[in-house]
């Protein structure tokens, strides 16, 4: 089942960088940026990681709460956040659950091969409801699709 905008965002709960829990209540009266990436420090993902945190402000006046997850656990999102300054938590999802219930975990081909792995997918979720979904993700410029999608 693909996740739309109008769906009831699933429900979850995970650790963050400092093994502090987080579940979707938390959320329930923020706009939530839920930014889904393969993994902590690889280049592509840097470049998504580093544009949300050079747009933060722009993104917190807007009135979102960011949170990335990825497959990678509490102490390499430590790393992480250190290395590049990052302002926001990053969620854990080492079992791939969480992935899994937003339909981000699924088959992918580079070069010809086929593998399983993360899609780069960010959910925004309003009162446990998404609102609108990038599929597309440019890291580059991924805090300029979040302004014209929230």
Request: with cysteine; charged share 30%.
């Amino acid at each position: 089942m693909k996740l739309e905008p109008g769906d009831k965002a699933p429900n979850f709960k995970t650790v963050n960088q400092n093994g502090e829990e987080v579940s979707l209540a938390d959320f329930k009266n923020k706009k939530v940026a839920l930014f889904f990436y393969p993994e902590d420090d690889t280049p592509t993902c840097t470049i998504e990681a580093c544009n949300l945190r050079d747009n933060y402000q722009s993104l917190l006046a807007k009135g979102f709460t960011i949170y990335g997850i990825s497959p990678d656990g509490p102490a390499k999102h430590q790393k992480f956040i250190k290395k590049f300054d990052l302002p926001f938590d990053l969620l854990a999802d080492e079992d791939l659950k969480i992935s899994k219930k937003y339909g981000v975990w699924a088959e992918k081909v580079m070069f010809g091969h086929r593998y399983m792995g993360i899609l780069r997918n960010t959910f925004i979720i309003e009162k446990g409801i998404i609102t609108n979904i990038v599929r597309k993700v440019l890291s580059k410029t991924h805090a300029d699709q979040l302004m014209k999608k929230g």
